[in-house]
């Protein structure tokens, strides 16, 4: 579900337990070596060059099993807090979904918005991340009834913000929502 590499018939000991609201969770790369490194570059070193390359990445993961032939309504990219998107200039996820628009072709549209600034989820327990996001997210707009929803975002690691946006989104009306992200921590 969450995209971790597993060999054989063996339980994921991040989705063991867990319900989800996502349909499935899919990443393009895993976050290491250069494509690790393309993301860091790309998010924390504010190169928006590096947005069509990281948008084609994504694209080509919409080939997986999980995602291939599904049609999808709306493209929404995972928000920022307003007060981190003012200090890093832009929201990568938005420069994602805007790469990707152009090979899907559904729209984008920020349905979402974060409620509160929360602590960067980065070393944090895969718990502490859930707590970290209760609450964090609303539907700005909602989605149309019944909609196919494409969620958009650079890293996941637990799958916690994803699954967050998703159980609004869900409440608010959605078929379905998947998620696919550049890369899987």
Known sequence: MCSHPMVGLVTC????????HLSAIVAACRYQGVAGELVKRFKYGRDRTLAPLLGDLLFGAMN?????????????????????????????????????????????????????????QAGLSREERMQNLEGAFEVRKNPLAGASLLLVDDVTTTGATLEACAAVLMEAGAAEVCAVVVARG
């Open 13 to 20: 000991p991040n989705c063991d337990g867990r319900n989800w």
């Open 64 to 120: 997986d099993p999980r995602l291939a032939g599904k049609e999808f309504d709306i493209i929404v990219p995972v928000p920022l807090h307003r007060l981190r998107e003012r200090e890093r200039e832009f929201n990568q996820s938005d420069l994602l979904a805007a790469r990707l628009v152009k090979h899907l072709g559904c729209p984008v549209k920020n349905l979402l918005k974060r409620t509160r600034a929360t602590a960067p």
